[in-house]
């Protein structure tokens, strides 16, 4: 075989990936179960590179040089497995699979392993950046052993998108899952992004009763700020852009009900099972389950609410000005809280993942590109132990000026009835973290009250249980 690399399963995703391969001068073999969408690929596209169209699984392989290198790009689940079975038999020791899908990092760990046995790497890879990304550089997060990314690394380096450092969104997340893992995190992470920008929305126009325009507007200039973003960028877009049919704000005539796919429901069922706080994450993926239930909120239309203060132009810019304070602060508690589920995981399974440099590949060619990005990897690199983004001076400094506002956000929100489970969640997180005592004493002292389950005492060694249902006293338990 002459191809350096094979992309099977043509949709969107992996049609963009390998002609991204071709273009950057890699011969690409070329396969889908549909053979259609392979001969249409190489009559649209085949004068951007060299592409070998296979129609058989034994042709595509035997179209490979070795070690052989196949990316999947079909469907995540079932069609992944199905596929791998497809292909496995035919590849010999030393050949690696790329899994590009968004595969549960669990179920790479079980195809690593399986493959692993059977002398066969298996590189589970997120890729971010949509077809887009895809097609003019991605950010990859691939997994897998460390063996298979030194041939590997190179070719991805090319296709990756490149940081404004010039520095390509590429780096080995760690063996087996852990590039499925960060991926997923990403993904939750994106969710706390989107939703607290739609908090900011919902609270300039709500509260500052701003129009959809002048919300573009204000995000326009926050997004020449700290707060510059791929998804400030884009809201600012959707927010300015009006509906042919009817002329009204674009915004307004989509059904407020989010969807998901599912990458940010896992990030949250795999922290509570790693017991990581992460309830900006949590909170939006809540937010967009509360909007789905069309029947439960039309029931409660009717319920009591405050009635709202109108603000005065002066007070209304002044006000904007503070959202931009609390969407920056929650966006820095939402961080932290993604950053420290890679922590657990990388913990967990033994990944030894550099968070630094998650955080630089992820300054490019992913849907939360930010100038931020850059920010939390300087914080990581001068710091690999920081115990959390919030021990950094800088972002503990200006969370420290952002914090008057940020209350006084959170509270007018309470006050004016438009909910915030992000901001607030961020802000209950941030104070929960900087208290001295916690109630938990308290929780802890009524589990002992029902279940003596005993506990620990701040002046003393060793577990402890009172005699609730008798002379309370207090006996040792170790
Ligand atoms: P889809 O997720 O829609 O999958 C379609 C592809 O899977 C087609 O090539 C289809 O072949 C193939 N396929 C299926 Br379905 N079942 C198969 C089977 N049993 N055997 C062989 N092939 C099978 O494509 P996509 O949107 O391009 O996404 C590809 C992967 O990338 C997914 O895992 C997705 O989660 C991930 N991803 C997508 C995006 C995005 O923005 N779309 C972003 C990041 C990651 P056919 O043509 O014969 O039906």
Redesign the pocket.
């Known amino acids: 075989g002459t191809a350096q690399i094979g992309v099977t399963?043509?949709?969107?995703?992996?049609r963009n990936l390998a002609r991204n391969f071709a273009r950057n001068g890699f011969t690409v073999a070329v396969h889908?179960?549909?053979a259609a969408?392979t001969r249409a690929l190489v009559e649209e596209f085949g004068d951007e590179g060299t592409f070998v169209p296979a129609e058989s699984a034994e042709e595509f392989v035997a179209a490979l040089e070795r070690p052989r290198r196949l990316v999947i790009?079909?469907?995540?689940g079932d069609?992944t497995d199905?596929?791998i079975e497809e292909f496995a038999p035919l590849l010999e020791e030393g050949d690696v699979i790329i899994d590009?899908?968004?595969a549960h990092f669990a179920d790479t760990r079980r195809r690593e392993k399986d493959l692993r046995e059977r002398g066969i790497h298996f590189v589970g890879t997120g890729?971010?950046g949509?077809?887009e990304g895809a097609l003019h550089g991605p950010s990859i997060m691939p997994g897998g052993s460390a063996e298979s990314y030194a041939t590997l690394g190179p070719m991805l380096e090319k296709i990756a998108a490149k940081a404004p450092d010039g520095t390509p969104t590429v780096a080995h997340m760690g063996p087996d899952g852990a590039g499925h893992f960060v991926k997923m995190v990403h993904n939750g992470i994106e969710y706390a992004d989107m939703q607290l920008i739609a908090e900011a929305y919902h609270l300039l126009r709500s509260v500052a009763g701003y129009s959809p325009a002048q919300i573009a507007e204000t995000f326009r200039t926050w997004n020449t700020g700290r707060l510059d973003s791929y998804l400030i960028e884009i809201t600012a877009e959707v927010l300015a852009h009006t509906d042919a049919d009817t002329g009204k704000p674009f915004v307004d005539v989509v059904t407020d009900q989010a969807e998901q796919k599912g990458t940010g429901r896992w990030t949250v069922q795999i922290a509570l099972d790693l017991g990581v706080p992460v309830s900006g994450i949590a909170e939006a993926v809540f937010a967009r389950s509360l909007s789905g239930h069309a029947d439960l909120r039309a029931a409660s239309r009717g319920l009591p609410g405050p009635t709202p203060r109108p603000l005065s132009d002066e007070e209304a810019s002044r006000f904007a000005d503070q959202v931009e304070q609390a969407l920056y602060a929650s966006k820095i508690v939402s961080y932290t809280q993604g950053f420290h589920q890679i922590q657990a995981g990388s913990d967990a399974y033994d990944w030894n993942i550099d968070l630094g440099s998650v955080a630089a590949i992820w300054r490019a060619g992913c849907i939360i590109r930010a100038a931020f990005l850059d920010r939390i990897r300087a914080a990581y690199d001068t710091q690999r132990d920081l115990p959390s983004l919030l021990s950094d001076k800088e972002f503990a400094s200006e969370i420290g000026s952002a914090q008057d506002d940020w209350r006084d956000v959170v509270a007018t929100a309470a006050h004016q009835g438009v909910p915030t489970p992000g901001f607030s969640a961020a802000l209950a997180y941030y104070d929960a973290l900087r208290a001295d005592r916690l109630p938990a004493a308290l929780t802890q002292a009524q589990r002992d009250f029902f279940g003596a389950h005993t506990y620990r005492r701040v002046d003393r060694e060793g577990s402890f249980h009172t005699l609730w249902g008798g002379d309370r006293s207090e006996v040792g338990t170790d």
Do not use: H, Q, Y
């Not at 399963?9 to 992996?14: C, R, S, T």
């Not at 790009?73 to 995540?76: L, Y």
């Open positions: 399963g043509l949709a969107v995703m992996g889908n179960r549909t969408k790009m079909v469907k995540a069609p199905a596929v590009g899908g968004n890729i971010s949509g077809e």
